[in-house]
């Protein structure tokens, strides 16, 4: 059994920071890709930043040169550095792992940002 617990959302002006966590937990292939989506009410989820094995490390154009995504492996745990926020990212944000990057989910943690 997969568990990925999301924490760190919360409320913050524009031009601010937040710092979202993702504790990890159960087998190994998880491991394979991790990732951060984000889904506003409406709207298709998108895929906002990539760690393929720690080899690969992509991001959606939206946020490219404001957010990073790290891993620390040791204690299984994905992170979202997310700096320059504007209003347009306010949304859930979900970590996901797995084969594909898709394969398991947690539950959110929600981001709200105040212009």
């Known amino acids: 059994q997969v568990q990925l617990v999301e924490s760190g959302g919360g409320s913050v002006e524009a031009g601010g920071s937040l710092k979202l966590s993702c504790q990890a937990s159960g087998s190994n292939p998880y491991r394979r890709c991790m990732a951060w989506f984000r889904q506003v009410p409406g709207k298709e989820r998108e895929g906002v930043a990539f760690d393929d094995s720690n080899i690969m490390v992509t991001y959606a154009d939206s946020v490219k040169g404001r957010f990073t995504i790290d891993y620390d492996n040791a204690e299984n745990m994905v992170y979202l550095q997310m700096n320059s926020l504007k209003s347009e990212d306010t949304a859930m944000y979900y970590c996901?792992?797995?084969?594909?990057?898709?394969?398991?989910w947690g539950k959110g943690t929600l981001v709200t940002i105040s212009s």
């Open positions: 996901t792992g797995g084969e594909t990057c898709k394969d398991y």
